[in-house]
């Protein structure tokens, strides 16, 4: 983990043919926010707390999973109508043990309430938490950071300095830290308490900078469930395989309630 960042996922670059689209089906989560954040392509969100929410490029899709929800993600119709792209990145933060257990919640924040820090060849989008003395309006439940840097060739951005856990991941191009370079692809974690700067190398670079406090104690991990303590994992798994809809801790999302990912044996 990377303070409360537990997993981390490219989606695509995927170039896809009229009528093709990505179809995420309905499928649940305890115990985490989930950020989707997409550079080209869209998606169309829906889940159980009601929401139906296209997300675009430079805005952000934060959904606490809390004691349990469910959702989807597609390829909207228009997007179907001709060639389309898809490229994101969408990441888990744990949630601490005091709000593990709270109703589940969606907020969408688009680009441009978004704070932006620009200088000199160097593009900043803070997505979630406290950076570089900018705030981003997402709910937070522990301290996080979490943004989108685009570096021109040469250029150089210092890791935040007041937060224990820092780590980055190229997107695109490559950098160089301490001298060493680190192409795309590539992820990396810090030191608490170094001094970090990275460069931009000739084609310049894309990144994800991400971090924050480190939790209080280990997370357990299965298929979507995040959990303190594996007894959670385990209740939520017996709720998901009986698939009593609105009875208990799952339902499944508004407007797309016509299948489901049943739970892996």
């Known amino acids: 983990m990377v303070g409360p960042f537990i997993f981390f996922d490219q989606a695509g670059p995927a ?4 009528g093709q689209g990505v179809d995420v089906r309905p499928h649940p989560h305890i115990g985490i926010g989930t950020v989707t954040y997409l550079y080209r392509g869209d998606f169309h969100h829906r889940d159980s707390t009601g929401v139906d929410q296209i997300i675009r490029p430079g805005a952000l899709n934060w959904m606490v999973a809390g004691r349990g929800v469910s959702h989807s993600e597609r390829t909207t119709a228009a997007a179907r109508t001709g060639p389309n792209s898809l490229f994101g990145i969408q ?4 949630l601490p043990e005091s709000h593990e257990d709270m109703a589940p919640t969606f907020e969408h924040h688009g680009k ?28 937070m439940f522990s301290e996080t950071f979490y943004a989108d840097v685009t570096l021109d060739a040469g250029c150089r951005l210092p890791m935040p300095d007041d937060h224990e856990d820092r780590g980055l991941y190229i997107v695109e191009g490559s950098i160089s830290v301490a001298g060493q370079e680190y192409q795309a692809s590539q992820m990396m974690v810090f030191r608490p308490g170094d001094s970090i700067t990275v460069a931009a190398g000739a084609q310049g670079a894309r990144l994800m900078i991400l971090g924050g406090a480190t939790l209080s104690g280990p997370r357990y991990i299965w298929w979507n469930f995040v959990a303190s303590s594996k007894e959670r994992i385990e209740e939520a798994k017996t709720e998901w395989r009986a698939a009593d809809w609105g009875k208990g801790r799952f339902d499944l999302p508004i407007n797309d309630r016509d299948e489901y990912i049943p739970l892996p044996e």
């Not at 170039?15 to 009229?18: E, Q």
């Not at 990441?91 to 744990?94: D, E, G, S, V």
């Not at 000199?120 to 705030?135: E, P, Q, T, W």
Request: aromatic share 6%; charged share 20%; proline share 6%.
């Open 91 to 94: 990441t888990w933060l744990a």
């Open 15 to 18: 170039d896809l043919l009229t």
């Open 112 to 139: 441009e309430a978004l704070p932006m820090i620009e200088d000199r060849g160097v593009s900043v989008r803070l997505i979630l938490g406290d950076a570089y003395g900018k705030h981003a309006p997402a709910t």
